[in-house]
């Protein structure tokens, strides 16, 4: 099944703990991209990835860091946690970038920083 | 600074009657791609329809269709027939090539539909 599997679904953790997100997709996709989502403000990239080795800053990407060593992983990495980095977490996955391509997302992860 | 608004935090619809949910976005491109998104209580994204900005005609997917008003920078979402499992938040979004790509998104709307 092409899919988009993030892990874990549910993370509590404690300010300054270091902690990774995994996201891994199925499917060759080139573009990879993580975004939070928090009541009001929608969804608001963190960053985004074109391909392996290539990512780039979304609109809130301080606090966050990534890597894309193989095409079908794209970790998040958030070094010390803090309270404001409380929310919901999706991976998502595009075939390219350009064009009407929807992207395809994965189940979120609820991080709560305590 | 690019925006997608969505006026609308809640709106509510009887069964089996028709719904619009409000969308407007900012953009000086003239190359775009608008989406609308179901959230349901399960949390996971769902690409509902898609439309290419250079494209008149309104995108239509079974139930759901949009009314897209270029100059006026609307891009509607028309729900008919409404189902429960139409129950959902909505998110509407561009996608900008000249923009990186990224996908903007609307504050969302929450859909409650009445048995």
């Known amino acids: 099944e092409a899919q988009v599997t993030q892990n874990p679904r549910y993370l509590i953790t404690v300010t300054g703990k270091k902690l990774t997100v995994t996201c891994s997709q199925n499917?060759?996709?080139?573009?990879m991209s993580w975004y939070r989502q928090d009541p009001g403000l929608g969804l608001r990239q963190i960053y985004y990835?074109?391909?392996?080795?290539?990512?780039d800053k979304g609109d809130v990407p301080e606090g966050y860091k990534v890597s894309r060593k193989e095409k079908r992983n794209f970790p998040l990495i958030l070094e010390s946690p803090s309270p404001n980095q409380t929310s919901l977490y999706f991976c998502?996955?595009?075939?390219?970038?350009?064009?009407?391509?929807?992207?395809?997302f994965g189940s979120g992860t609820r991080l709560t920083v305590v | 600074a690019q925006t997608v608004t969505q006026s609308q935090p809640e709106m509510s619809v009887q069964e089996a009657e028709t719904v619009t949910l409000s969308c407007t976005y900012d953009t000086s491109e003239s190359d775009y791609y608008l989406f609308w998104y179901k959230q349901p209580p399960s949390r996971q994204m769902i690409l509902v329809i898609r439309?290419?900005?250079?494209?008149?005609q309104n995108a239509t997917e079974n139930r759901f269709s949009v009314n897209f008003q270029k100059a006026a920078k609307s891009f509607s979402l028309k729900i008919s027939d409404s189902q429960l499992g139409d129950a959902a938040m909505y998110f509407c979004?561009?996608?900008?090539?000249?923009?990186?790509?990224?996908?903007?998104f609307g504050g969302g709307t929450r859909l409650m539909v009445k048995p």
């Open positions: 990835s074109m391909n392996v080795e290539v990512t």
């Open positions: 499917m060759n996709h080139e573009y």
């Open positions: 998502a996955s595009s075939p390219k970038p350009q064009g009407t391509y929807g992207y395809t």
């Open positions: 979004a561009y996608r900008i090539p000249s923009a990186g790509n990224m996908l903007t």
């Open positions: 439309q290419e900005a250079y494209k008149q």
